[in-house]
Structures are given as structure tokens and as C-alpha cells.
């Protein structure tokens, strides 16, 4: 740190908040593959964070704004360089309510319409957003996603790691990198990060690149993370869509990267798994002389329970990249019907299990999964089933279970499809259309079964299901698997815990 410096901020010598002085940098940097013009200014201070203030404060910034040296250009504000965070949400849920243009439902929307709608935002801006904007296929966030390509010079987008930007909060997040009023832009470069951490991210890809046309529509990984390289002709050509899913057909080798990233991930877990095993091999003498297997210890059981969670999470991550695969592009070009919930889809709650039931072979699904083996089963429901939950902050979860099973009071089970449709199918499908975003309520978050009868679903041709469901069947059983697997490790863990 500089000792000559009158004053120090928390957010400049935190290790947590380290990422967001290297992002202050990269908006000066990234450029037209260069240094921004003003990037010398930029270190001596030309530098503002979060929200401007008020424009009749011409005598300088409230105190309560978060800026740092900010110079004020006599009769107008301007910044050479802006790092926004818009809120998240619903609009209406909001007291900007009155600001929003009609059919304008998330506030990341409304203010990021609003920041480019400003004349003296010119500069270099990074952008927090939430991974939604990215992907939704709503016209007002179609038509910033153009807005962004096409007027301010889109540079890159960065998805970021899961909990990077909150770590308590289970929402991906993104960073978009644009110069207000750039023109179009040459080449988008798209980050994925969600499977890395935040230091896999390496801007020099990025420079090195810049100028390589030769990259164009390709797909490159270095480490966890993956590069795009997209021209604005690709971009509008499906929705401006700004996620690598959007444009598998055309970027060479998207999908079957993520594929084989999830491949190469479940072998190190398996091998990290088979290591621990053996660790935990170790035989003792019983009162008897006789060599027995000894118990694991709770190190040992929190080790095996965190690995079979990561399992968990990349079987989820597979099971969608393989939907993606087989039915994302047709979803986003509308080449397969759609239903409305209420003519296709008839879901009935679950029932919460008496106190006095006995443990048994049976799983019991609540609202956060398998919660309890119990010796009865749910009667009436055909084979397998599909169930999400429907309260707490994971609400919209999807599952599948082949064996019989219990549905407690805090999950829907799918009783009847009025169409044919494979179960593997809904739940890729399920899974793809994220229900968690449609929850309500804050102390307790939970979605009703009018959500989902209200929405609108693909439904393909049975064969092609079918196809579908070969490839994603053994990864499904692998997760019904390992969720069981959990949880009785859990009860171990538990037990030696008391």
C-alpha cells in the first residue's frame, strides 16, 4: 500500500474484494485491444464507482456515494470510465415502480435502460448483471442486448463464478465490458467462467485475440474456463443471446467442450473419491481378535460428503448441457409446439408423512430433496416420477425417481401428461426453464402450481425424446443414486456428531 495515501477503503485492501480493483483496471484496458485513451487518468483518481451523483450537486459528491477523487467539468458531469451495479428483482416489488416502461418487469432492465439512455455516461463502463438478462427472450431485453452491440461498442461478456458477486446467494452472475456510444462493435468475447474461480479469468486471452478473425465462431478453453469469440453477425442472428448455450451451432465445439469439462471433472472426483476410500480402508482388531473394517471418522465422512455433492452438481450440469444440446437451438428458434401448463401438465402436492413412521427403504422428497428413508411409499403415481419442490430457497429443484417413493407437503409431483412425453424429457425441460426465478416471497420462498400452469412448454416429437432420454438416462441415474447416497452418509455424520 502506499504510505503516502491519506486514506484507505475497506473494498481496496480486502483479499475478498480483490476482483473488483482488477475489473477497474480491465475497464481502462479493454479497448479496442489497447490502453484506454485516459487510462493514466484513471490511475490519478478519473475514476468513478457505483452511483453519480446528483446533478444539481455541482460543488462535488454526496457523502454518501461511493466515489473517489471525482472531478466535476464546469456546467456538466462526465466520467471516463463507470463500474454500474444495478439492483435485481422485480420491478414491482420495488419503489421504482413508476419508472418503468410498460411490460418492464426486472429492475436490472430498468436501470440499465435508463444508465445508457444518458448522455453523459460517455466512456468505458462495467456492468454486474444477472445471468437472466443474458438469455431472456423478452423484447426489451432483446432490444438492450442489440442496443449493447450495436450502439456501445460490446466488448466482453464474463460469466461469472457461482457466489462470486454474493456469496450467500445462489445467483450466477455476468459483467458486461462496453464503451457508452462506441459504435458497433467488432468482436464479442464471451468468458465462461461459471465452472472456475475468478483468478481462472486471464484478460490477455482475450488481447492476444482480439485481432485474430481466424477465431471467429470458435471455441477455445483455457484451464475451467471458456472462450467465444462472436461476431455481431452471429449474435443477431439468434436474439443477441450473450450466453455460450445460445450459439452452439454456430461456434465450432461449445457443446462438446462443456461436455467433455464435465467428463474430465466427474474423473478427478471419482479418483479423489477412490483415494479417500482406500484412506478410509484401514481394519482394527475386534474384542475377538478378528481383523473388522474401522469406522470413519467425522473428517473422513465431511471429505466423502462434499465430493459426492460436487458429483451432484455436475450430473445437474450434464443432464442440462445434454437438453441444451438436443433442444436448445430448436427451443429458441420455435421449431417445436408449444402447451400451456394447463392443457399438458397436471401436478398434485405432496403429503407431509405422519411423526410416528418408521425408517425405511423409501425416500422421502421435501422441499429440499431426499429428506428421510421412510417404510411407505406415495400410492398412485406411475414410474418414475418427476418432482420439484415447491417451498424454501431451492423451491423449483427438479427430480427423478425410479424406485417408489414418498412426496412430502413441500413438492409437486407430475400425476399426468396430457401429451406424450418422456420423463427424462421434463425433467431436462424442467430443469432448463429454471422455476426457482418464478418463486415468491422473501422469508419463505415458494411457487404454487399456477406458475407452471401458466407458462408456455416445447414439446418435440416423442423420438426425439427418446433419443434424448438414452444419453441423459444413465446420468439421471446417477444422480438419484448419489442424492441417496448423501443423505445416508449425512445420517452417519449425525450420529457421530451426537
Not at 24 to 40: E, K, N, Q, T, W
Amino acid at each position: 500500500m502506499d504510505e503516502k495515501q491519506e486514506m484507505y477503503r475497506a473494498r481496496e485492501i480486502l483479499e475478498e474484494t480483490a476482483a473488483v480493483e482488477c475489473l477497474r483496471l480491465a475497464v481502462g484496458r479493454i479497448v479496442d485491444g489497447s490502453l484506454h485513451p485516459d487510462f493514466h487518468q484513471l490511475n490519478d483518481g478519473q475514476m468513478a464507482l457505483g452511483e453519480q451523483p446528483n446533478p444539481v450537486d455541482q460543488d462535488g459528491p454526496k457523502a454518501d456515494h461511493v466515489q473517489r477523487n471525482v472531478t466535476f467539468p464546469s456546467g456538466k458531469l462526465f466520467f471516463s470510465a463507470t463500474i454500474f451495479n444495478p439492483p435485481f428483482g422485480n420491478v414491482e416489488e420495488s419503489r421504482w415502480n413508476g419508472l418503468a416502461d410498460p411490460g418492464e418487469t426486472r429492475l436490472e432492465t430498468l436501470f440499465l435502460r435508463r444508465f445508457l439512455s444518458e448522455e453523459k455516461n460517455k466512456g468505458q463502463c462495467c456492468c454486474l448483471v444477472p445471468n437472466g438478462f443474458l438469455s431472456r427472450i423478452h423484447p426489451l431485453d432483446e432490444q438492450l442486448r442489440r442496443q449493447l452491440v450495436e450502439c456501445h461498442g460490446l466488448q466482453a461478456v464474463i460469466l461469472l463464478p457461482l457466489h462470486a458477486f454474493q456469496p450467500r446467494v445462489h445467483v450466477y452472475t455476468a459483467l458486461l465490458i462496453f464503451r457508452q456510444g462506441g459504435g458497433p462493435s467488432k468482436r464479442v468475447w464471451l468468458c465462461d467462467a461459471r465452472d472456475g474461480r475468478l483468478e481462472d479469468i486471464d484478460l490477455d486471452v482475450y488481447f492476444t485475440a482480439r485481432f485474430s478473425s481466424s477465431l471467429e465462431g470458435k471455441c477455445m478453453r483455457t484451464g475451467q474456463v471458456t472462450h467465444l469469440f462472436l461476431t455481431p453477425q452471429m449474435l443477431s442472428s439468434n436474439h443477441y443471446l450473450l450466453v455460450p448455450e445460445g450459439h452452439r451451432s454456430q461456434v465450432w465445439g461449445v457443446s462438446q467442450t462443456k461436455i467433455q469439462a464435465i467428463e474430465d471433472k466427474m474423473d478427478t472426483l471419482h479418483q479423489a473419491i477412490r483415494k479417500l476410500e482406500q484412506s478410509g480402508s484401514d481394519q482394527q482388531m475386534n474384542l475377538f481378535g478378528a481383523k473388522q473394517q474401522a469406522p470413519w471418522t467425522k473428517r473422513q465422512l465431511r471429505q466423502m460428503i462434499s465430493l459426492k455433492k460436487q458429483q451432484i452438481l455436475y450430473c445437474r450440469q450434464m443432464v442440462e448441457q445434454l437438453f441444451l444440446d438436443h433442444f436448445g437451438e430448436g427451443i429458441q428458434k420455435g421449431e417445436y409446439p408449444l402447451f400451456y401448463g394447463e392443457d399438458l401438465l397436471v401436478f398434485h402436492s405432496g403429503n407431509k408423512p405422519a411423526k410416528d413412521w418408521t425408517d425405511g427403504p423409501y425416500p422421502l422428497y421435501d422441499g429440499s430433496g431426499i429428506r428421510r428413508m421412510l417404510d411407505r411409499c406415495t400410492q398412485g403415481i406411475s414410474l418414475p416420477t418427476v418432482i420439484i419442490t415447491r417451498v424454501g430457497t431451492y423451491c423449483g429443484a427438479v427430480y427423478r425417481s425410479k424406485q417408489p417413493c414418498w412426496i412430502g407437503g413441500n413438492a409437486f409431483f407430475l400425476k399426468q401428461v396430457q401429451k406424450p412425453a418422456h420423463p427424462s424429457y421434463l425433467v431436462g425441460l424442467f430443469s432448463y426453464m429454471d422455476f426457482n426465478q418464478y418463486k415468491a416471497g422473501s422469508c419463505i420462498p415458494q411457487i404454487n402450481q399456477s406458475v407452471l400452469q401458466s407458462k408456455q412448454y416445447p414439446l418435440p416429437s416423442l423420438t426425439l425424446q427418446e433419443e434424448y432420454a438414452g444419453k441423459v438416462d444413465p446420468w439421471l441415474d446417477q444422480l438419484e443414486e448419489l442424492e441417496i447416497e448423501v443423505y445416508s452418509l449425512q445420517k452417519e455424520y449425525r450420529l457421530l456428531a451426537d
